[in-house]
């Protein structure tokens, strides 16, 4: 007990943490989980990519079909649990582990859920308020940003201040603030295609505050919302760029935004 | 009040159309948060605020029957009377035998939304009566013929020019043409000022019950609630019996939460508090005084799983904050109340079958629940109503089977992960130089409003990421 630890060096340490890729991600834009490592790897993490996971199983869950939801869940507990972290790209993917697991279950379950709940972390907090990113080794971004706050990690996590701190600490970019940016842009899950003209509507009033700003990107933390703006935006012939910000954050928007194509 | 709750699609499709009033919604939508969220800073503490009014429901409606007795027998011995009754024709028979045993002609009426709830105005007319609503919202709408589009300001979907259009056709203005809105307002006041003096009857609603004193609480902007309460003879006070709280100092927290969270205002131009007929030495006041309190299944919702539901002070910040009430106005949810509180209680007051569109009206942004005064999880509530929607079968089957293939795919990642890892190249490929697809096969509710971004190419995270293990290349 009393015997020094031979690495007590704790800064040293690498944490252990497994990424979870979210099926959007993984199915529509998988530069989004390339970043997230090179980040971080850059704050000194450990990166395992869980070979079991899918998807969290918000879609069945939010439409009402818990039951189905449950399995999913549980799934994902036991494929997440061992690591010391858990870092979700995505605020309503961590929203849905951080908050919506724990109620799904009781007792020993129950337990679990909170167990993983306590280490699971939205990305752009856990660079704020877990590990640190070195300083930048990337060019500054030339381009203006904008920022979409998705709802779920704006109210459920919190997460506003720490997308744009790292913004403007790693790319060097001041974002310019959308006008009603507490608002949601009607993605929604399952309700842009269950009331599709409602949810266009939402997106407009959000494109429209987007280009009021005069930015160029559109940035945010979940794809959901970026996909279905940028495929409003593509709809209406808008040129804005959609991106992730783990894209920009890991200073490389190489390949063409959301919904662009490569001629 | 007829419900149409059921097809909200098509009429939230029909308000998206109409420009001007979704332009004013949208002024609407920024004016009344800015306003409530700088009267809650003003106040101070006021989530503190909010979780104490929480507790005190909780501790009310843990000790129901004991505050309700308590009323009613504070309110009787002050000289009203108090009817308990089940449902909405109850309610309704209750207040026109009133009205017939006075011989009663003219009814004047302050805002109620339960006397929307149950449909009143409605009986009365065809019972002969003169009914006149004094709220000068509900005035209007009534002159028009429509039905309130939200519970504080039934008639913020009409403009200016509309409703003095509406007094052109409906008053003798003689060569008066109402020009500015003090000019409306006016008109509105000395046609109002006539019929007040004029009722037999004044029908009210209330906005808290004080149990230790059998008294009701009412706030108004315009006073017309104290002339309906106080000029005619007869006054009847149409409530629900979840308005109870212990204390006066309770009904005092509740206007406090209640009013800023409505308007913004730090208070209300009136706060009346009515606790029995005219006494002896009282200049004036009702010679009778009724209480009506409704339960119209309340009791069931009490014993429910949304039994939070019952807080809800109507103060009508869900509806201000909810981007699809916003977007489409009050009218598009088919029935008396709207937005968020009214997608939870329009299903448990009717039933869901009737109304099981309004809880998918919902992207659970949860900026009903970030604002609601009651602290009302209204986002978990409308959730629960559509795993309902689910287990009564009421889900487009579509909808359900395709959720359920999916929650099952996912548990079988291999499956799951060489069938997406295929049709995400192909899609990849499909839509490369594009970047968006315009029509997808079983997409069409995605594509009809919106471009398909295609995937980024190379296949999956999942396939891409396995691929470079086994090369055992640097990762990322």
């Keep these: 007990m009393d015997k020094p630890h031979p690495k007590r060096k704790r800064s040293r340490q690498r944490r252990d943490v497994a990424l979870m890729v979210t099926c959007l991600a993984d199915l529509m834009r998988p530069s989004v989980g390339f970043s997230a490592i090179?980040?971080?790897?850059?704050?000194?993490?450990?990166?395992?990519?869980?070979?079991?996971?899918?998807?969290?199983?918000?879609?069945?869950?939010?439409?009402?079909?818990?039951?189905?939801?449950?399995?999913?869940?549980?799934?994902?507990?036991?494929?997440?649990?061992?690591?010391?972290?858990?870092?979700?790209?995505?605020?309503?993917?961590?929203?849905?582990?951080?908050?919506?697991?724990?109620?799904?279950?009781?007792?020993?379950?129950?337990?679990?859920?909170?167990?993983?709940?306590?280490?699971?972390?939205e990305l752009t907090r856990f660079l704020t308020e877990v590990a640190r990113l070195p300083a930048p080794r990337h060019k500054p971004l030339e381009s203006a940003v904008t920022y979409h706050d998705s709802c779920a990690g704006l109210r459920e996590l919190g997460v506003h201040q720490q997308p744009r701190q790292l913004l403007q600490e790693q790319c060097g970019v001041q974002v310019s603030e959308l006008s009603q940016n507490q608002v949601c842009c009607g993605f929604g899950g399952t309700f842009c295609a269950r009331m599709p003209d409602i949810s266009a509507k939402m997106a407009d009033d959000k494109l429209d505050n987007a280009l009021a700003t005069g930015a160029a990107v559109v940035a945010g933390g979940d794809l959901g919302c970026l996909l279905h703006l940028a495929g409003r935006a593509r709809r209406r012939g808008l040129a804005l760029e959609f991106r992730h910000v783990a894209e920009l954050l890991a200073g490389d928007p190489r390949g063409p935004g959301i919904g662009e194509g490569r001629e | 009040m007829k419900l149409a709750s059921n097809e909200f699609l098509q009429a939230a499709s029909a308000a998206l159309q109409e420009q001007d009033k979704a332009q004013r919604r949208t002024i609407i939508g920024q004016f009344l948060p800015l306003a409530r969220d700088a009267a809650a800073s003003a106040y101070g503490d006021f989530d503190g605020l909010r979780a104490h009014m929480k507790r005190v429901r909780r501790h009310t409606t843990a000790h129901l029957s004991h505050y309700l007795e308590q009323f009613e027998e504070a309110a009787v011995q002050h000289g009203n009377q108090v009817h308990f009754v089940a449902n909405a024709e109850q309610l309704n028979s209750k207040v026109l035998s009133i009205c017939q045993a006075h011989s009663a002609r003219r009814v004047a009426k302050g805002k109620s939304m339960v006397t929307e709830e149950t449909g009143l105005n409605e009986l009365l007319l065809k019972a002969g009566l003169d009914v006149l609503e004094t709220d000068l919202g509900e005035y209007i709408i009534q002159q028009a013929g429509e039905t309130p589009?939200?519970?504080?300001?039934?008639?913020?979907?009409?403009?200016?020019?509309?409703?003095?259009?509406?007094?052109?056709?409906?008053?003798?203005?003689?060569?008066?043409d109402l020009d500015t809105v003090s000019e409306v307002v006016e008109e509105a006041r000395s046609v109002l000022r006539e019929k007040f003096l004029a009722a037999d009857v004044g029908i009210i609603g209330a906005n808290a019950l004080i149990a230790e004193h059998g008294t009701s609480m009412l706030v108004t902007n315009e006073g017309n609630g104290d002339l309906c309460a106080n000029l005619p003879p007869v006054l009847i006070v149409c409530t629900t019996f979840e308005r109870i709280l212990p204390r006066a100092e309770d009904a005092m927290a509740l206007q406090r939460l209640l009013v800023r969270s409505a308007t913004g205002q730090p208070q209300t131009c009136y706060t009346s508090f009515y606790t029995g007929p005219r006494r002896e030495d009282d200049v004036d006041g009702p010679l009778e005084t009724h209480i009506i309190l409704l339960d119209?299944?309340?009791?069931?919702?009490?014993?429910?799983?949304?039994?939070?539901?019952?807080?809800?002070?109507?103060?009508?910040?869900?509806?201000?904050?909810?981007?699809?009430?916003?977007?489409?106005?009050?009218?598009?949810?088919?029935?008396?109340?709207?937005?968020?509180?009214?997608?939870?209680?329009?299903?448990?007051?009717?039933?869901?079958?009737?109304?099981?569109?309004?809880?998918?009206?919902?992207?659970?942004?949860?900026?009903?629940?970030?604002?609601?005064?009651?602290?009302?999880?209204?986002?978990?509530?409308?959730?629960?109503?559509?795993?309902?929607?689910?287990?009564?079968?009421?889900?487009?089957?579509?909808?359900?089977?395709?959720?359920?293939?999916h929650a099952w795919?996912?548990?079988?990642?291999?499956?799951?992960?060489?069938?997406?890892?295929?049709?995400?190249?192909?899609?990849?490929?499909?839509?490369?130089?594009?970047?968006?697809?315009r029509r997808l096969p079983f997409a069409g509710s995605w594509t009809g409003q919106r471009d398909f971004p295609a995937p980024e190419g190379g296949g999956t995270f999942m396939r891409q990421y396995a691929a470079r293990r086994r090369r055992g290349g640097k990762r990322g």
């Design chain 1, 38 to 121: 090179r980040l971080l790897e850059r704050a000194g993490c450990r990166v395992t990519v869980p070979e079991q996971q899918t998807c969290c199983g918000q879609p069945a869950y939010n439409s009402g079909e818990v039951d189905a939801a449950v399995p999913v869940a549980r799934a994902v507990i036991e494929a997440f649990e061992p690591f010391d972290y858990v870092v979700v790209p995505s605020g309503s993917c961590a929203g849905m582990l951080n908050h919506h697991y724990p109620a799904l279950f009781e007792g020993e379950w129950h337990e679990r859920a909170l167990a993983l709940s306590a280490k699971t972390w």
């Design chain 2, 296 to 405: 119209n299944k309340r009791s069931d919702i009490l014993a429910s799983d949304y039994s939070e539901m019952l807080d809800c002070i109507r103060c009508g910040a869900c509806l201000n904050h909810c981007p699809i009430y916003i977007g489409v106005g009050g009218h598009a949810y088919g029935w008396v109340y709207p937005g968020p509180m009214g997608s939870v209680l329009t299903p448990l007051l009717n039933s869901l079958e009737q109304a099981h569109q309004l809880p998918n009206a919902c992207t659970s942004c949860g900026r009903c629940a970030e604002v609601c005064p009651a602290n009302i999880p209204l986002p978990d509530l409308l959730r629960d109503l559509r795993q309902d929607e689910s287990v009564q079968q009421l889900k487009p089957a579509r909808w359900r089977n395709g959720l359920r293939l």
């Design chain 2, 149 to 176: 589009s939200h519970i504080v300001g039934p008639a913020l979907h009409k403009s200016l020019a509309e409703i003095r259009q509406l007094f052109l056709d409906k008053h003798k203005l003689g060569d008066r």
């Design chain 2, 409 to 437: 795919l996912l548990r079988h990642p291999a499956l799951y992960q060489s069938l997406t890892g295929w049709a995400m190249s192909v899609l990849g490929l499909l839509g490369k130089r594009r970047g968006t697809f």
